[in-house]
């Protein structure tokens, strides 16, 4: 549990970008949504460079504290003072100032945080190679990840963006951003110091691979080039960029269907949140079931199906006209219940998605002799930012194609804005999680072929140790 405790300080990070950044810049600083949006992708194309030197990194590290957990601390001060920083920017800066400083301050957030996350994840091949716990274990992961995501977001909107006489819509008050930012920057570091130090004790139970031989950067891409050809790997790719930039979207646009859609008050939207929280909490059990019954990849396919289904109903009724009118007391308990259900299909198969990277280590092991964990959960990671970049990216771009100003007013918006965007939202969500899911074909890793790829790295294993002990010894 002190494993997965540690996703806490990722979902603060997470609910940060993909929630409140985007409106906190455009409705209360008043910068234009394409241009936050476009800064926040940019610090993802930055993260596709830094992620994978991360993983390779933490990979080919050898320290008494082992692989991992020397990245893991001295990660948690300048993940948490950079998100501090995020939400103060300097006063009178112009338009392109500000997008210069939100891509600046933000790489520095998700770079750091990075240090943290791929060292972190990395370590759950090596705490267990059972094909079902690798499940219960993303599980928890997954779960203290919302909780942390969820609890903030619920504390912000219920708390700290309260309204007030000078702001009545509570989304709209700056100070509001401020206390989030430095509550948010306290729990992160606190949440990864506590996963860090309480994992550390497992360092001497890893089995530390040999020691690599030092070779250039040149060699070292060749090597990270054929790691990441793994087909299995492509394909949970492919399908992950493609989920998480909806999930990205998904969120950023959350609150303004809540605030110019649906017509909530502050308080409302964080009862809203809580859904996600009880969506990862079922996914805990929803996930490891479905993977005993029908496998990893099966499940996950047929999750992220039905999730999509529930994801766009509120709207498709909306837009029918035969959803409840804002106002009516139903409005709230039926959003919730639409988007607790899309939650926990979505995160379950999420969390089989996260369980199959760890299962291709193995097979990748077999193919190139190296065990690249942190690699491979590099790219994971870089796949789950992509809710944070090109989630919101498109989120923005949707929002500025439909025509929300910067500080618009819920009482003064034309009805027809709102719902244009939900009529632009609803067909772009189903088409990157169905064809995000089709990907998944590609996978073919199943139980009995992870079993025969662990059966043979044993052989190989003993195989090594015998014609070690045969080599003699040197005359004395």
């Not at 599980?139 to 007030?164: C, D, E, I, Q």
């Not at 199959?356 to 990748?364: P, R």
């Not at 796949?383 to 970049?389: A, D, E, L, R, W």
Request: aromatic share 12%; net charge neutral.
């Amino acid at each position: 549990m002190v494993y997965g405790f540690g996703s806490i300080g990722y979902g603060v990070k997470d609910v940060a970008f993909r929630s409140f950044l985007l409106l906190y810049y455009n409705q209360v600083v008043g910068v234009r949504a394409e241009l936050v949006s476009f800064a926040i992708l940019v610090a993802l194309c930055v993260d596709a460079i830094s992620d994978p030197i991360v993983g390779q990194w933490s990979d080919t590290a050898r320290t008494r504290w082992g692989r991992r957990h020397p990245f893991m601390f001295l990660s948690a001060i300048p993940a948490a003072g950079s998100l501090l920083f995020l939400f103060f920017p300097p006063d009178g800066l112009s338009d392109m100032q500000i997008f210069w400083y939100i891509l600046v301050v933000g790489c520095c957030v998700r770079t750091f945080i990075t240090f943290f996350e791929i060292p972190s994840s990395a370590l759950a091949p090596e705490l267990t190679s059972d094909y079902d716990e690798r499940t219960s274990i993303a599980s928890f992961r997954y779960f203290f990840a919302y909780l942390g995501g969820v609890g903030m977001a619920f504390l912000t909107l219920l708390v700290f963006l309260a309204p007030t006489e000078e702001y009545p819509v509570g989304q709209l008050n700056p100070e509001g951003y401020h206390t989030f930012a430095i509550v948010g920057a306290a729990v992160m570091f606190a949440a990864i110091l506590i996963s860090s130090l309480g994992t550390i004790h497992r360092v001497k139970y890893f089995r530390m691979p040999p020691t690599p031989e030092k070779i250039g950067p040149i060699k070292t891409l060749v090597q990270m080039k054929s790691t990441f050809g793994h087909k299995g790997f492509l394909a949970i790719l492919a399908f992950g960029v493609l989920k998480y930039t909806s999930v990205g979207m998904t969120s950023a646009l959350s609150i303004y269907f809540g605030t110019y859609l649906w017509g909530l008050n502050s308080a409302q939207l964080a009862v809203l949140t809580i859904d996600s929280l009880i969506g990862a909490f079922l996914a805990m059990f929803i996930a490891p079931i479905a993977s005993r019954k029908v496998g990893k990849r099966n499940a996950a396919l047929g999750l992220a199906i039905v999730a999509v289904v529930f994801g766009s109903l509120p709207y498709i009724l909306r837009l029918s006209g035969i959803f409840f009118e804002n106002g009516d007391p139903l409005l709230v308990p039926a959003i919730f219940i639409f988007s607790a259900m899309f939650q926990m299909c979505g995160v379950s198969s999420a969390i089989l998605i996260h369980a199959m990277v760890g299962d291709v280590v193995e097979e990748s092991q077999l193919a190139t002799g190296r065990r690249s964990e942190g690699l491979f959960y590099a790219a994971n990671t870089l796949m789950q930012k992509s809710t944070s970049g090109l989630g919101v990216f498109a989120a923005g771009m949707l929002v500025s194609l439909v025509g929300i100003a910067p500080g618009m007013s819920p009482a003064t918006i034309d009805p027809e804005v709102p719902r244009m965007l939900a009529l632009a939202y609803v067909p772009t969500l189903i088409v990157l999680y169905i064809g995000g899911a089709g990907f998944l074909f590609g996978y073919r890793i199943d139980r009995s072929t992870h079993e025969a790829s662990l059966a043979e790295l044993e052989k190989r294993d003993r195989s090594a140790a015998r014609d070690a002990d045969e080599i003699p010894q040197p005359a004395q």
